[in-house]
């Protein structure tokens, strides 16, 4: 069963910046395929960025290149999205998702609890 625990959430003004960090207990973590998704009220869920096993690859959508990176520091298990100028259609809460050897992004049913980012004009 893959734990996935997400932090880093809060309240920022748009232009502003946070950190979100997703801690996996897998034992194999750098088999994994890690995404970081989103949802805002009344919408679908939605990739945001992805990551490959070893980091060399990855995947962001449109509307946050350029501004996210998401990052994997494999002994440590964990997987952060660096947020910088957020704009206010950030606002959103932000998921994990593993899937071994999986896709970018990734699909699995593996999900966190979900932290919330909320970016005021």
């Known amino acids: 069963q893959v734990q996935l625990v997400e932090s880093g959430g809060g309240l920022v003004q748009a232009g502003g910046s946070l950190k979100l960090s997703c801690a996996a207990s897998l034992r194999t973590f750098v088999y994994y395929t890690m995404g970081w998704f989103r949802q805002a009220p009344g919408k679908e869920r939605e990739a945001v960025a992805a990551?490959?096993?070893?980091?060399?690859?990855?995947y962001y959508a449109d509307s946050v290149k350029g501004r996210f990176t998401i990052s994997r520091d494999n002994a440590k298990n964990t997987v952060y999205l660096q947020m910088n100028n957020l704009k206010p259609e950030d606002t959103a809460v932000y998921y994990c998702?593993?899937?071994?050897?999986?896709?970018?992004?990734?699909?699995?049913?593996?999900w966190g609890q979900g932290t919330q980012v909320t970016v005021s004009a």
């Open positions: 998702n593993a899937e071994k050897f999986g896709r970018l992004p990734p699909r699995s049913d593996s």
């Open positions: 990551i490959s096993g070893t980091g060399g690859s990855t």
